[in-house]
């Protein structure tokens, strides 16, 4: 059908984010530092987001589009307030725990076993439930996103994956999926995401997160470099 709806120049777009918190349909994302609609049936083309555009990037225009759809609205955002709310409340019992990055610098000194000892891990924390999908260290990241167990069944785990990534654990078969896929597709669509890498082990229930990962980065849009990794329980790479 032809109807009114917003149409945003990426030109003239600063990424200031004005006009996601000015749409009442959460129909307004930050993908790559621009402001970009998600999907036509969340858009009602009465141009709440125009009024705060510093760039005047947003206009209203008649296109052919999908029908708005308020069944649709209303359950995306009950689901994003439901988010909110969740990862407060994670926030707040892990008191010990705030975001950080860590900086990590060597020096070559020749002793290999003391650079296969050492951490390359660069931010805090790494639980997928408890980090801030917000957090500055996503901006520009390549990821690691790992089954809890595969750090314990792949003895160079530190080099091999977790070098120059931001890192994040989590159970397919302990944790909510669910709650898995959200917190990633938050992560895709409001930071600057270069990379992703999976690691996973071999056992049946690990797939889980594997379709997690792979349904975020359907719902986000994002074309990603993707690469999985599966480990066998006797510590080899076999996939």
């Not at 993908?31 to 760039?55: F, V």
């Not at 951490?119 to 990821?143: C, G, I």
């Not at 709650?179 to 895709?188: F, Q």
Request: proline share 3%.
């Amino acid at each position: 059908m032809i109807r009114k709806i917003v149409n945003i120049d990426k030109e003239l777009c600063n990424g200031c984010g004005i006009c996601i918190n000015a749409c009442h349909e959460a129909a307004i994302v930050l993908r790559n530092g621009k402001a970009e609609l998600l999907k036509d049936i969340y858009c009602d083309g009465l141009g709440d987001c125009l009024s705060g555009c510093p760039t005047s990037s947003i206009t209203i225009i008649e296109r052919e589009a999908d029908e708005y759809d308020d069944a649709a609205v209303k359950e995306r955002v009950e689901g994003l307030n439901n988010k909110k709310k969740y990862n407060k409340t994670l926030n707040l019992g892990c008191m010990g725990g705030p975001s950080q990055s860590i900086s990590r610098e060597y020096k070559d000194t020749g002793n290999k076993s003391f650079e296969h000892n050492t951490s390359q891990l660069m931010q805090w924390p790494v639980q997928l439930r408890l980090v801030n999908s917000e957090a500055p260290f996503f901006k520009n990241a390549d990821l690691l996103i790992a089954a809890d167990c595969t750090a314990y069944a792949y003895g160079n785990f530190h080099n091999d994956f977790i070098k120059n990534k931001i890192t994040l654990i989590a159970c397919p078969k302990l944790d909510n999926n669910e709650h898995n896929k959200e917190k990633i597709t938050d992560i895709l669509l409001g930071n600057e995401i270069k990379s992703i890498t999976l690691v996973r082990m071999e056992v049946p229930c690990c797939r889980g997160l594997s379709k997690a990962v792979k349904e975020a980065l359907e719902e986000s849009g994002d074309l990603l470099d993707f690469k999985e990794a599966v480990i066998s329980s006797q510590g080899e790479i076999i996939d």
